[in-house]
DNA sequence: TCAATGAATGAAACCGGTATCATAAACAGT
DNA sequence: ACTGTTTATGATACCGGTTTCATTCATTGA
């Protein structure tokens, strides 16, 4: 049923039930017929054909890289909550950290389909910038910061900072790291940063031997554990970028039978609920993903609201949360 | 830039220019300077503006409870992976467990804005199977079984049995089981009566001092843990409908010293990855979340393709994945 | 009493596309 | 040379809405 048949079986003209939707002026008889004829038909107009016209979607894009990732799910959660609130559905693009899809997503979002776009990426590019700044609409990133860009983040160094000092203030003096790729600015750079600038302010020299960089799993947290403790100097406390490498260098600490935290202590970032109940509790920095995705997604809607204010950037702090894997008693 | 202006700077006729994006007859020359003409300017046509002509949106509603659960996730991957092959996107809605949201997101896309719909539900009512008989688009349901509609679900009751008759095989005789809300007849009932057909298949009568029902988390795990061992009966194997379920319930019997799997053995469903690195492996089932979601996507565009096709439902298998949780040697 | 104001109304133009249609040109068959 | 078929083309109606516009009608103020 198209809108000049709803209007022939309200009573009424094309006009008054395109007003009755956009709150024109509408006498109230006109109002009720409507509202009858709505009941009766079930009567809903197009989404298509009114965006035709004003331009709108009241959809939201959300680019992500997996989805199958906690702390990814959390942001995403957050983005939801808070456009759901507003009106606005959600696109999802799930470009399997394939860098081709990022772009083509973003390509595709670029003139048509959306009015807003939320980026959670890992990696940002040149090829990101010009796509990005080309964008005819809003866009907030969310995790990473960019220059000229929207941005919602975490302070990744100061959270890599805190948990690498929680060690070594318990007497660590031979810290190993296992971190992510350095090209990741947040959760590789960033949080590498912080823990060499923890050592430094501890006295220590960061020890290139004893610092690994992993994928973001477990396995690949296991290997470089594994790599470490093959090496000469054997490693006091090992700052993992995730918990998820965190969970990994666990797992081959207790096969090799050295204890935490007695022999070695580990620290990891992003407080995943997985932490809770491995093999030994494990200590780390909460962020505030949900947080993150909820800012985002205001973000985004202020920009909506006055196109073209000026870029903002929004940096979340951090808890950190210590559990048995830190808990040695002396200084 | 509309497709007059285009079709002007082009050269050609506004019907050269849909054509070009329709596959009529077009010559190579045309084709040519259109080709060069988007080259130039970036033209791309309006999505509303066609959908408004030919009814389709190439967009999927995906309607799930929450987002951050590993099943869910990994449900929805495989989802975006087969609809991204063959160029639909995803309308994600989350209903964060609302009944409400979850009616009101059907009512939502009942007429409008998407091809087809994918519902990943916990519990369905009689208001389901009304809103869902009206939807005007192909709905496919996944996770669940429901009849007269078009399901992808799991053999949940046989993953229960399984994981169950495991545990009774290596001797134990008083088994005990935390279970789900019975209302969600998937993880909740199925899950229980393949507990119970297993325990009665191996002579044994279920007790009800020795069963609960937990919420879908570990709090809630170990809370009925610590109700069941606080009983006069005490259990030398639990079974737990969720691997979540069952993490809680393997902190609590930690905390008490009690051994796992020499007193008690536990065994859960769903193999999350969590399992893998808890203070005890956790041995469970594993479903193919991953397939489900590919399987209900290819589902819903073959009822996109023929229209009114008969309703299928496809029932996956499951792999019994056994770890330290019920390792015992003894028969 | 009469002009000025503002609410209410429907016809028609318009949004940015697609589909239909009549027509032209090119080619083959006889 | 004449007809029939295929390819190619642009004007135009149409999809289902919104917005503009001129017009009517009821108030209001002077």
Redesign the interface.
Known sequence: MNISEFAKEAGVSVSAVSRYFNDGYLSEDKRAQIEAAIERTGY?P????R??QNKV?K?VG?ILP?????SI??V??GI??VL?QHGF??????T?NDYNREISSLELL????VDGVILLASVFTELHRTLLSKMRVPVVIVGQQFKGFNCVCHNDLGAAYAMTSLMLEKGAKTPAFIGADPEDKAAGLDRRKGFEKALLDHGLTPDPRLMEVAKFN?DSGYEKAKQIFSGRVRPDCIFCATDNIA?GA??YCHEQGIRIPEDVMIGGVGDS??G????TPLSSVHLHYGTAGEEGAKMLLSQLRERGSVHRVLQLEFDVIERESTMRTKK
Chains 1, 2 share one sequence.
Do not use: D, I
């Not at 559905?89 to 799930?94: F, G, K, Q, T």
């Not at 670029?110 to 389909?113: G, L």
């Not at 809770?276 to 093999?279: D, E, S, T």
């Open positions: 809903e197009s989404r298509s054909a965006t035709v979607t959809l959300v997996k989805l199958s990732s906690e799910s959390r995403t959660e939801s909550r759901g559905e959600l696109l999802l693009v799930n399997a670029r003139h048509n389909r477990m969970a666990m797992l609920r997985m809770r109940v491995l093999l």
